[in-house]
């Protein structure tokens, strides 16, 4: 399996609404990262994690809350989003973060996020 | 601002022409170097990377950069595009800046004509 996987596809969300975005890889990859992007734009690091612990937080507002259960999952919790926070969030893997060589990313196809 | 610079946003090509994009940064000291595509519809996946030794590396689908530290540039080259080359091409610099972060360019959309 050399994907990553998230899910949903696609999500629609109120201002005052919970939700919670999923990403899985069963590479042996033990870096993972939610990157943000939005339309005719590049990808903005959000956050990383290495070996399941919280690396960096790139000021990202306590509205947006990650979470790694184990080395396969990654989830990024929702709650009270702004309209502004409609974006593609992208996943990706690494096979390490440490020791600042990063082996390249494997991307998953994302989650559309339309806040509304 | 410290930041990575990707010249042109949109280059249109014929077939079999030669394709050069650049891409400059402006971090110093050590860097890992990448340049990712995304195909239309398709999640963006990795052309090529550099992380030290022979400054001219080689990827996927017959794509090359040429690390140049002096310029701080890591144009991406292709002797001959297809049609199918037709996407958009990101050029990604890793740099230890509060932790390990990989920074995108803005990207280039290239169009390759039939």
């Known amino acids: 399996d050399t994907e990553v996987t998230q899910t949903p596809k696609h999500l629609v969300m109120g201002m005052t609404n919970k939700k919670s975005l999923k990403c899985e890889q069963h590479?042996?990859?033990?870096?993972m990262y939610w990157y943000k992007q939005k339309a005719k734009k590049p990808p903005e690091l959000m956050f990383v994690?290495?070996?399941?612990?919280?690396?960096i937080n790139e000021s990202v507002p306590s509205r947006f809350s990650p979470e790694c259960p184990n080395s396969s999952l990654l989830n990024l919790h929702l709650h009270a989003l702004q309209p502004e926070d409609s974006a593609l969030y992208l996943c990706?893997?690494?096979?390490?973060?440490?020791?600042?060589?990063?082996?390249?990313?494997?991307f998953g196809s994302g989650t559309r996020l339309t806040v509304v | 601002a410290q930041s990575v610079s990707q010249h042109n946003h949109h280059v249109i090509l014929s077939e079999a022409a030669s394709l050069e994009l650049g891409c400059n940064y402006s971090?110093?000291?050590?860097?890992?170097l990448f340049w990712y595509v995304q195909y239309p519809g398709q999640h963006l996946q990795l052309l090529l990377k550099?992380?030290?030794?022979?400054?001219l590396v080689k990827g996927i689908k017959g794509f090359e950069a040429e690390f140049i530290k002096s310029k701080f540039s890591f144009n991406l080259r292709k002797p001959s595009v297809q049609w199918s080359d037709t996407a958009e091409y990101f050029c990604a610099v890793m740099r230890n800046t509060g932790g390990f972060k990989t920074i995108f360019g803005a990207g280039t959309r290239l169009f390759v004509k039939a």
């Open positions: 590479m042996g990859h033990r870096a």
């Open positions: 990706a893997s690494s096979l390490s973060h440490a020791q600042g060589i990063n082996y390249g990313y494997t």
């Open positions: 550099y992380f030290s030794g022979d400054p």
């Open positions: 971090y110093g000291g050590t860097v890992n």
């Open positions: 994690y290495s070996y399941e612990k919280l690396s």
